[in-house]
């Protein structure tokens, strides 16, 4: 017994499939945010282009 919760706390500490599982919903989660932010900003006005052939 003792040595399954000595492996538990060894996996807890550096990490277990739990927190990758958790990292890849977050940054999942991250990327659909921006999605959703990046189409809500309005598209920039086209303006007066610069003129690099000088």
Excluded: F, H
């Amino acid at each position: 017994m003792a040595e399954t919760e000595a492996i538990l706390q060894k996996r807890e500490l550096l990490g277990g499939r739990d927190d990758a599982k958790t990292i890849a919903q977050q940054l999942a989660e991250g990327r659909a945010q921006a999605a959703r932010e990046n189409a809500a900003r309005p598209v920039p006005a086209k303006g007066k282009e610069a003129r690099d052939d000088r």
